[in-house]
């Protein structure tokens, strides 16, 4: 199942508190204070993996707490420091105060950490009370209590081209002939209710990360249909590929269509490089609808058929030469 949105609920460790001790040593007639510091509480860290895909691969667990500091020894010693936790996220996480909306950290790349809360100090044991003027002190301090935050994950999907259209463009299609990704595909709106990444190889060792994002439909982003819950991947895409059905009823207002909801977006989507796939060439004479579009449109169009492979080659290119 493919999440894009969690929430969880982390608490740094307590600190340790200092004690009271004084030296009991044969020979020693003044041994004086010998109270040990509290070890820190442990910290709670986020990092990405690469081999998480989205928040389903995390662990099915809400809250997290790290280890509090033991409280400190005799004979000066300081307790052990809790042990510290870190959470791994997929790449592509935005992180959140839940409650204020504050942005914590955008983890964007693979190994990206980021320190969220903060174990608390150790207490100070009797001895670093420890004055001219007072040799025995006979006090110590507590450990700082652990913080605790609410988080709320988002993800933005890493790819370097976007397949975008409205429903039954033929962008699954065009994404499982151009990679080896398998999204569903069938003949009726919303087929695909969660985006699909492929590889897409080119020659020379060549390669690009290819996102299939579910289709759009006109007031996406105000929220309409499927496509506005997945608007946000878009941003993160190099380059826009928009699928367009040449035997559609309408295809340059199709594509005018999501122009438009691109642009109410915003987030610079209309300033993206992009590239008009013209698709189903190999349904009959496309010759005119091609001209049509061409005159209306001021984008390179590269014609294609997702079913047969017409043009794919092509296409590649015209993505590659914009990622370049």
């Given at each position: 199942?493919?999440?894009?949105?969690?929430?969880i609920?982390?608490?740094?460790g307590?600190?340790?508190?200092?004690?009271v001790?004084?030296?009991?040593?044969?020979?020693?007639?003044?041994?004086?204070?010998?109270?040990?510091?509290?070890?820190?509480?442990?910290?709670?860290?986020?990092?990405?993996?690469?081999?998480?895909?989205?928040?389903?691969?995390?662990?099915?667990?809400?809250?997290f707490?790290?280890?509090?500091?033991?409280?400190g020894?005799?004979a000066?010693?300081?307790?052990?420091?809790?042990?510290d936790?870190?959470?791994?996220?997929?790449?592509?996480?935005?992180v959140?105060?839940?409650?204020?909306?504050?942005?914590?950290?955008?983890?964007?790349?693979?190994?990206?950490?980021?320190?969220?809360?903060?174990?608390?100090?150790?207490?100070k044991g009797?001895?670093?009370?420890?004055?001219?003027t007072?040799?025995?002190?006979?006090?110590a301090?507590?450990?700082e209590?652990?913080i605790?935050?609410?988080?709320s994950?988002?993800?933005?999907l890493?790819?370097?081209?976007?397949?975008?259209?409205?429903?039954?463009?033929?962008?699954?299609?065009?994404?499982?002939?151009?990679s080896?990704a398998?999204p569903?595909?069938?003949?009726?709106p919303?087929?695909?209710?969660a985006?699909?990444?492929?590889?897409?190889?080119?020659?020379?060792?060549?390669?690009?990360?290819?996102?299939?994002?579910?289709?759009?439909?006109?007031?996406?982003?105000?929220?309409?249909?499927?496509?506005?819950?997945?608007?946000?991947?878009?941003?993160?895409?190099?380059?826009l590929?928009?699928?367009?059905d040449?035997?559609?009823?309408?295809?340059?207002?199709?594509?005018?269509?999501?122009?438009?909801?691109l642009?109410a977006y915003?987030?610079?989507?209309?300033d993206?490089p992009?590239?008009?796939a013209?698709?189903?060439?190999?349904?009959?004479?496309?010759d005119?609808?091609?001209?049509?579009?061409?005159?209306?449109?001021?984008?390179?169009?590269?014609p294609?058929?997702?079913?047969?492979?017409?043009?794919?080659p092509?296409?590649?290119?015209?993505i590659?030469s914009?990622?370049?």
């Amino acid at each position: 199942m493919f999440k894009d949105e969690h929430v969880i609920c982390v608490r740094s460790g307590k600190g340790g508190d200092g004690i009271v001790a004084f030296r009991r040593e044969k020979y020693v007639p003044r041994g004086g204070p010998s109270g040990g510091n509290g070890g820190s509480g442990g910290s709670v860290y986020l990092r990405t993996s690469n081999q998480l895909t989205t928040f389903s691969d995390m662990p099915d667990q809400v809250h997290f707490r790290a280890e509090n500091g033991s409280p400190g020894g005799s004979a000066n010693k300081t307790g052990a420091q809790g042990d510290d936790i870190v959470i791994e996220v997929p790449v592509g996480t935005i992180v959140r105060l839940r409650e204020a909306g504050t942005l914590v950290r955008d983890l964007a790349n693979d190994g990206d950490q980021v320190l969220v809360v903060r174990g608390g100090a150790g207490g100070k044991g009797n001895n670093h009370f420890k004055t001219s003027t007072n040799q025995a002190p006979r006090k110590a301090s507590k450990g700082e209590d652990g913080i605790e935050i609410w988080l709320s994950f988002e993800l933005k999907l890493l790819a370097d081209a976007g397949l975008v259209g409205l429903p039954n463009a033929g962008k699954s299609t065009l994404l499982s002939r151009l990679s080896k990704a398998r999204p569903k595909i069938a003949d009726y709106p919303f087929t695909t209710l969660a985006p699909f990444l492929g590889i897409v190889a080119g020659s020379g060792y060549r390669s690009f990360v290819l996102a299939d994002l579910p289709g759009l439909i006109e007031g996406a982003s105000e929220g309409h249909g499927l496509g506005h819950q997945f608007l946000r991947h878009v941003e993160r895409t190099r380059v826009l590929v928009h699928v367009v059905d040449l035997f559609a009823e309408d295809p340059v207002g199709d594509y005018l269509r999501i122009r438009a909801e691109l642009e109410a977006y915003g987030a610079g989507l209309k300033d993206r490089p992009e590239v008009i796939a013209a698709n189903k060439t190999d349904l009959g004479d496309a010759d005119e609808r091609l001209k049509d579009l061409a005159a209306k449109v001021d984008t390179e169009i590269v014609p294609i058929s997702g079913v047969s492979g017409q043009g794919l080659p092509r296409l590649v290119e015209a993505i590659f030469s914009r990622l370049s």
